[in-house]
């Protein structure tokens, strides 16, 4: 079929376009692929963020537990959030936080080594919000009902 492509350029445009970020970063915590959806989530073109560390979306408070997590993957091979749901605030370019989630896939060599870490990121700010003023209007609502 003329419109067939290899399945290589049908991830390639599926990630492209996905509006969740798509980000890997090496054995090292160097990003190495950065979609168009994680350039408007964190406010950097991929250029800008490509080889860069990722620090440039971790908050420095939170660095240090983030980088003892991330080398204890890449020498085990192995994380619970390959499977489960991973909740992180994140820095965008202008310094402001998001609240994210996302899932990760541990990206291993033929020789079983970690190459590094593919994340699939969303931006949960909004709903995060949401619920933390409900828990507050909730917390006034038992307050009052108790005085």
């Known amino acids: 079929m003329a419109d067939c492509i290899s399945m290589k350029e049908l991830c390639s445009k599926i990630i492209k376009e996905l509006n969740d970020a798509v980000i890997f970063s ?3 915590g160097i990003i190495r692929l950065w ?24 908050p420095e408070k939170l660095r240090q537990r983030h980088w003892d997590g991330y080398f204890g993957v890449m020498e085990r091979g192995e994380s619970r959030y390959n499977v489960e749901l991973l909740s992180a605030p994140a820095l965008r370019s202008d310094g402001s936080r998001i609240s994210t989630e996302f899932s990760m ?11 590094g870490v593919a994340a ?28």
Do not use: P
């Not at 994680?38 to 620090?55: H, K, P, T, Y």
């Not at 896939?105 to 190459?115: C, I």
């Not at 949401?130 to 108790?146: Q, S, T, V």
């Open 26 to 28: 090496d054995n090292k």
């Open 105 to 115: 896939a541990l990206v291993k060599g033929d020789d079983g080594k970690m190459l």
């Open 120 to 147: 699939v990121i969303r931006d949960v700010t909004a709903r995060w919000q949401r619920e933390k003023e409900l828990k507050e209007r909730i917390g006034e609502l038992e307050a009052d009902r108790r005085a």
């Open 35 to 58: 979609n168009s959806g994680a350039e408007r989530m964190f406010g950097r073109a991929a250029d800008e963020a490509v080889g860069q560390s990722l620090d440039i979306i971790i």
